[in-house]
Each structure stands twice: as structure tokens, then as C-alpha cells.
């Protein structure tokens, strides 16, 4: 014995389903939104070496002078420390700043993926300009400079970020200036309903109603308007 299955006619007057939207996924997020996030990371963290560059030839040095047995510094009230930190805290928030504006011309639709890129981007370029610097910077093994440069000789001290809360600068300004860009400047996510063509606008559709009856007529003559078979059905 065969099962037959039971079709239902959708009923003409049940509104249409909204189009979908070609190439989307779930959260609005495309394969393309990933690459762009990706990519943004990437730049940006290989733009710490920048960063790492300017802070060793831009921070000021403090001086350590040798007797011949110990090392001590050369001036104990020298602030050379202290502008270290400082300066990484203004090349830092200049470059969060830059890479903001930058990645908010090329894509200024926003998104997640590309706040999301921006933040690992540059967590990692501070990070990469921090170490650069310190390898750029004046030799870490305070003996054997001090050995090499002579008794009684003033000589640089290596670099040192005292205060390495400044590594948050570059991410957290360059997301913040973004997303401030993006609220004021990104044009709103037009609604999908306004694409749906004439079918999804405008509803019921014409064919669901018939056609309007005509006007009683005054004159006695006049035949008389026949039913409609679909009303004496």
C-alpha cells in the first residue's frame, strides 16, 4: 500500500519571505570581514618594529659612570627614566591614533572582525616595539660596558620601561578613536526590506483581490452586474 504524501499550496494571502541576502552567514560576519580582520593584525603588528625604532633613537638615556668597582649613575636626579616611559606613551598613542584613522578609511563599514584585528594587531606591535627597543638600545650587561668604556667614563644605560602599562596605549586608543569614527562617520545598515522589490513591499499582492465592483448604475435600463462565481462557490 503507498503513502501519499499531503502538498500544501501556500495561500496567496500569507506575506512573502524576506530575500536572502546573498553571500551572508550568521552575525553578519562574511569570510571577506575575517580576511580584512587578518589582515589589519598583521600590518599593524609588523608596524611595531616602527615603533621599537623611534623609542630607542628618541628616549632619553640616563648615564651610569664606573669607579673601576661598582657602576653608579652619573646624575641621581636625572628624570632620563622617567622620559623613557614618557616618550613610549607619546609614540604609542600616536601610532594607535594613525592606525585607527588608516583602517577606518580603507573599511569604513566597521565591523568586528576589524576591531577585533585591530586590537590583537596592536597589543602585539607594542609589544614588538618594546622589545625592539631594548635590543636597539644601549647593551643590557651594564659590566661589560662599563669595562669597555673605562674608569671614571660616563656610558649609557640600557633602556627600561618602568611603567608597562603603556603597552595598552596603542590598542586602547586605536580602538577607541575607531569606534568613535565609525559612530559619527559609517552611514547606517540600510533595511533588507527596502531591496525586496515590489513583491516584498507592497502587501497583499493586486491579484488577491479581485476586481471592484461597479457603481450602481441610475439607469433602469442598466443590466444588472452578474456574480461572481467565486462569491457563490
Excluded at 519571505?17 to 550568521?26: D, K, M, Q
Excluded at 614588538?128 to 669597555?148: I, N, Y
Amino acid at each position: 500500500m503507498g503513502v501519499t504524501e499531503a502538498v500544501t499550496t501556500p495561500s496567496p494571502h500569507e506575506p512573502p519571505l524576506p530575500p536572502e541576502t546573498p553571500g551572508g552567514s550568521a552575525g553578519g560576519i562574511t569570510p571577506a570581514d575575517i580576511r580584512d580582520g587578518a589582515a589589519v593584525a598583521l600590518v599593524i603588528g609588523v608596524a611595531g618594529v616602527l615603533l621599537g625604532v623611534l623609542w630607542a633613537w628618541l628616549a632619553p638615556k640616563a648615564q651610569y659612570i664606573s669607579n673601576g668597582e661598582a657602576v653608579f649613575l652619573k646624575n641621581s636626579e636625572s628624570e632620563a627614566r622617567i622620559g623613557a616611559d614618557g616618550t613610549f606613551f607619546l609614540l604609542s598613542l600616536g601610532f594607535g591614533v594613525l592606525s585607527a584613522v588608516l583602517v577606518f578609511l580603507w573599511r569604513r563599514r566597521g565591523g568586528v572582525p576589524l576591531v577585533v584585528g585591530l586590537v590583537i594587531g596592536s597589543c602585539f606591535a607594542s609589544l614588538v616595539g618594546w622589545r625592539m627597543g631594548l635590543w636597539l638600545g644601549p647593551s643590557s650587561d651594564v659590566a661589560a660596558a662599563a669595562v669597555k668604556a673605562g674608569k671614571g667614563v660616563a656610558f649609557d644605560a640600557p633602556l627600561q620601561l618602568l611603567a608597562q602599562g603603556v603597552l595598552l596605549v596603542w590598542p586602547m586608543v586605536a580602538v577607541a578613536v575607531h569606534l568613535g569614527l565609525t559612530a559619527l562617520w559609517t552611514p547606517p545598515d540600510q533595511d533588507p526590506s527596502e531591496e525586496a522589490g515590489d513583491a516584498w513591499a507592497v502587501y497583499p499582492p493586486p491579484h488577491v483581490h479581485g476586481a471592484p465592483a461597479p457603481a450602481p448604475s441610475d439607469d433602469p435600463s442598466a443590466p444588472e452586474p452578474r456574480p461572481d462565481r467565486r462569491d457563490t462557490a
